[in-house]
């Protein structure tokens, strides 16, 4: 009976862990976990056109989907992710990235070419728009998926993909 009891104590620790992890980032003036359709990354970094010298970043790489297809497009990739399992998961997943476990508003973007997110519409992309206005040099694209970003200037658009150049 001892055995059951700890297996139950692990399992509700697992699942309580899993639905902590997709609130945790919400709680810290973040976004939730939504997954970018692989169609949608594919098109958005086709209207960004990557070259392989570019500095590519995912903001809130979430499980890395993004990471694995700008790898194949770009040389220099890196993705912020702030939860724990969904970084842990992107640095296996996506191997020739550089996966960075943290908050994205404490990260230098002052490098970047081009800066993919998939973020909530209003305070959240409103506080990363000012955060790249902030630090990044003129002409760094800017890919929104699903969400428009106030006050940045729109380059290209198809659908709900957004490219903005600071």
Known sequence: MMIMDLLL??????VAYVVASVFYPMLTGGAGYTPTPRNKVVEALEL????????FYD????????????SKLCDHVKGIEIEPLRWFIASLRARDAEVILGD????????ADVIFMFQYAGRINDRIARKIKNE??????????????????????RDDIFVYEA
Do not use: N, W
């Open 104 to 111: 994205l508003f404490k990260q230098d973007l002052s490098d």
């Open 136 to 157: 990044v040099r003129p002409g760094t694209r800017v890919v929104s998926y699903l969400h428009p970003i106030e006050d940045m200037r729109l380059v290209r658009k």
């Open 48 to 55: 960004a056109e990557l070259s392989r010298d570019d500095l």
């Open 9 to 14: 104590a692990i399992i509700l620790l697992a």
């Open 59 to 70: 903001l809130g790489c979430g499980t890395g989907a993004v990471l694995v297809e700008a």
